[in-house]
């Protein structure tokens, strides 16, 4: 299952790479930073049940952090903003059905059935001895599919 995760993880900062204005993507955080705006995914938590095969579901929460080095925090801000439309409609995109074409989305190259919705926090943080500002999403209730056993 880890294997599905960790493709459904990389296939989502594939889909996020297409967004301008993010110098860095980072599957799983480093332990240094050294670009100015960085997006960072990694698994946050998640559930599987103990139900017979063929029946087994697991949801997962995952974390996109947009990270931006703390310099002027109002231009930061203002800068970081308008990402809390952009994420989540990349991401929902993926998953929908486009009302005006029909067209479905390609589910993260086929890895996520879907997810219940995205949410998002603004938060200061530290990290690796720097200062950041960043804005964290989470994709709540993750259906990945299941490639293995």
């Given at each position: 299952?880890?294997?599905?995760?960790?493709?459904?993880?990389?296939q989502?900062m594939?889909?996020?790479s297409?967004?301008?204005?993010?110098?860095?993507?980072?599957?799983?955080?480093?332990?240094?930073?050294n670009?100015?705006?960085?997006?960072?995914?990694?698994?946050?938590d998640?559930?599987?049940?103990?139900?017979?095969?063929?029946?087994?579901?697991?949801?997962?929460?995952i974390a996109?952090?947009?990270?931006?080095?703390?310099?002027?925090?109002?231009?930061?801000?203002?800068?970081?903003?308008?990402?809390?439309d952009?994420?989540?409609?990349?991401?929902?995109n993926?998953?929908?059905?486009?009302?005006?074409?029909?067209?479905?989305?390609?589910?993260?190259?086929?890895?996520?059935?879907?997810f219940?919705?995205?949410?998002?926090?603004?938060?200061?943080?530290?990290?690796?001895?720097?200062?950041?500002?960043?804005?964290?999403?989470t994709?709540?209730n993750?259906?990945i599919?299941?490639t293995?056993?």
């Amino acid at each position: 299952m880890t294997r599905d995760l960790d493709n459904a993880c990389t296939q989502i900062m594939n889909v996020l790479s297409a967004v301008s204005g993010i110098d860095s993507f980072q599957y799983n955080p480093p332990e240094i930073v050294n670009q100015d705006k960085t997006l960072l995914i990694y698994p946050e938590d998640g559930e599987k049940d103990a139900a017979p095969v063929g029946t087994k579901k697991g949801l997962h929460n995952i974390a996109i952090y947009f990270l931006k080095t703390r310099q002027d925090l109002g231009k930061d801000i203002a800068l970081l903003r308008p990402f809390i439309d952009i994420v989540p409609d990349k991401l929902t995109n993926e998953v929908g059905v486009d009302p005006t074409t029909g067209a479905t989305g390609g589910q993260f190259s086929n890895s996520i059935e879907t997810f219940e919705k995205v949410t998002y926090k603004f938060e200061f943080l530290e990290y690796a001895g720097a200062q950041f500002i960043a804005y964290h999403f989470t994709m709540q209730n993750v259906k990945i599919i299941q490639t293995g056993v």
